[in-house]
């Protein structure tokens, strides 16, 4: 189901409802990121870049690629070995690219930017 984009007359309390009702069913348990780490799935419907990859020194700054064509929002993650990712500069970035940090060194981390 799609959401309804145009109004279909005046904005009453009414067609208010109806537009919340409709939205619902389309949002309803239906938003996700996907199923893999790949960013080719073209079930997804969450805009996001996902990325995987291994850490250089601890507290070294590292540069994730991403294909938002946006400065992402925030990003959220894991390591294989407990090390904490973190934004290393004062912007996470730019349209096509990341700054990140690890607290600990040649952590395999899974990352979804967002």
Not at 3 to 17: D, M
Not at 30 to 44: I, L, S
Not at 67 to 90: D, E, K, M
Request: positive net charge; glycine residues 10%; charged residues 15%.
């Amino acid at each position: 189901m799609k959401p309804q984009r145009i109004s279909t007359g005046p904005i009453t309390p009414k067609s208010t409802q109806d537009w919340l009702t409709n939205h619902s069913r389309v949002l309803a348990g239906n938003v996700d990121f996907g199923d893999t780490m790949t960013n080719k799935e073209q079930g997804r419907n969450m805009k996001c870049s996902k990325n995987t990859g291994t850490t250089p020194a601890a507290n070294t700054e590292f540069i994730v690629t991403h294909g938002l064509g946006r400065i992402p929002i925030t990003f959220f993650g894991h390591t294989n070995n407990g090390g904490v990712i973190y934004q290393s500069r004062a912007t996470l970035g730019t349209s096509t690219q990341v700054f990140l940090k690890c607290t600990t060194a040649t952590a395999a981390y899974s990352l979804v930017l967002i």
